[in-house]
């Protein structure tokens, strides 16, 4: 009698009654580990390419290879890479499989992905990017697992499908955890999100949920590995802070856990000094819209007594005992919006400098707008304090799940919009304008 695991995951069991019948087993369990799963695309190089990214459980390198082409029935380009050998401490093997593709805008896309060229993927559909249509949609969100009553995904899913998004960013708190079951609710997640992930690009920031143990961050470094060429691409030689463009708008990426915890302190000067040189590039001609993205608010309400939006946003706003603040940063090369999530609720604010409103009005903003929408799939949201702050505009006091979208119209307006998770339909919407893209009046207070 033969009962034997191969490798986590993998059992077989049967009466031994002849060579075919365990042959076939380890063929079958063989299958099972080369077979590629948690399939993601995210943007490249430039908005031309695209890393397809999967997953597979082995513990041997073996060649990433992407076939694509623009017939499903022609796959004729063929790409390859090495894999990274991610041994977690439960000593579960996975292979994180990386490949760099060409897409030209607004063409349509089909790929297959192997691990060595043996077993095969089926064929995907990767729509890619078409910035210069007018209306370019993207969804944003924080906070979202794959075990919370209401989650995000199933409406992501369903927008991806009729293309009333091109692009989706997910600002840290990924799956709740990444690496809780020594990866299983990773694997469950990326598996879930696969769904919308291969279809359009996917850009994964980091949260205090990602910070893995003696926050080494490794669990999101291996699992978002792809995420290394647009870094590069931006000048960062570490994927947790990170820029982009994509037609008329400049995304940069920042880890705000390294104003927080003091293992991760040393982050600061590098990506700070990286930040200025970033937004210092920006050709606001070329490029109008300016955007940061961290995962913890800069200004947010809880309970008066709760540190998250009182001392710990003081911080990431104004630095590290006075140094490597970001709102400075923000005001100087008039960033239009930052986005965070990490408390769980949704709240707009008004255009806000030092902790103060600057205008009740989303024309011509003379300083950032923030928008804090934590909440795109948890068990349960925090509630607000009775008294709302003077710069937050609107709160959402049910705590519904949700995430959000922004429509850049053109160089001048674009609308952002506040979504239920349940349905897709619209909780919140404002429409900025602004003629004048560039540095505040009020960096100079």
Known sequence: ????????????????????????????????????????????????????????????????????????????????????????????????H???????????????????????????????????????????????????????VPQLIADTYAHKHQMILHYGDIAYNIDDQCGGVGDLFMNAASTYASQIPVVFGVGNHETSANYTYIDYLMRFAGQKVMAGASGSANFRYLSFEVGPVHFSLVDTDSYIYEPVFPLCAPQYAWLERDLQSVNRTRTPWLILIGHRAMYCDLADDDPECLAEAATIRNGLNGNYGLEPLMLKYGVDMYFAGHTHHYQREWPVAHAAPVQQSYVEPRAPVHIQSGIGGVDGGEAFPPTRRPYTAFRDEQLNIGFSRLIFHNSSHLTFQQLYAVNGTVLDQVTIVQHNHGPFPSHKL
């Open 98 to 152: 990386n490949v760099q593709i060409f897409a030209a805008r607004g063409t349509t896309v089909y790929y297959r992905v192997s691990s060595g060229g043996t077993y095969w993927s089926g064929i995907y559909t990767l729509v890619a990017l078409n910035p210069d249509e007018p209306d370019f949609t993207m969804s944003l969100l924080g906070d979202m697992g794959i075990n919370s009553p209401i989650s995000s």
């Open 1 to 96: 009698f033969i009962s034997r695991e191969l490798k986590p995951g993998c059992q077989f069991s049967m009466a031994s009654v002849g060579g075919l019948l365990v042959l076939a087993a380890l063929v079958a369990c063989a299958l099972a580990f080369s077979t590629p799963q948690q399939i993601h695309t995210t943007i490249g190089v430039d908005e031309d390419h695209y890393v397809i990214s999967w997953v597979t459980f082995e513990c041997e390198g073996k060649l990433s290879v992407v076939q694509s082409g623009t017939n499903p029935d022609s796959l004729i380009h063929l790409n390859s890479d090495k894999p990274i050998l991610f041994n977690n401490t439960c000593g579960v093997c996975r292979l994180m």
